[in-house]
């Protein structure tokens, strides 16, 4: 499924690792933040996107449900919900 923005998360539901498809967000630097459902940051990552698409690794330790994805850079927010399954 792809949203209007053209950012794609897959898989999602996931298990450890995920990767985002950033689609129409391309240039620059990006920083990626998954926040808990009461909102508290679990994981923060910044990335170069060189090639349009971050892998999430650090997600494995964490214990299943939903969370929010929140992908961001200097024009744009975009904000996900991920299941960790």
Do not use: H, W
């Not at 689609?23 to 990006?30: D, I, L, Q």
């Not at 494995?60 to 850079?73: A, I, Q």
């Amino acid at each position: 499924q792809v949203a209007a923005d053209g950012m794609r998360i897959f898989p999602n539901p996931f298990s450890s690792v995920f990767t985002i498809d950033l689609g129409n967000m391309r240039a620059g630097e990006v920083s990626v933040k998954v926040l808990s459902a009461n909102g508290a940051l679990v994981m923060q990552k910044t990335d170069k996107n060189s090639n349009g698409k971050i892998e999430i690794t650090e997600m494995s330790d964490y214990p299943k449900g939903v969370y929010m994805l929140e992908v961001s850079n200097n024009n744009q927010v975009i904000v996900k919900k991920i299941v960790k399954q």
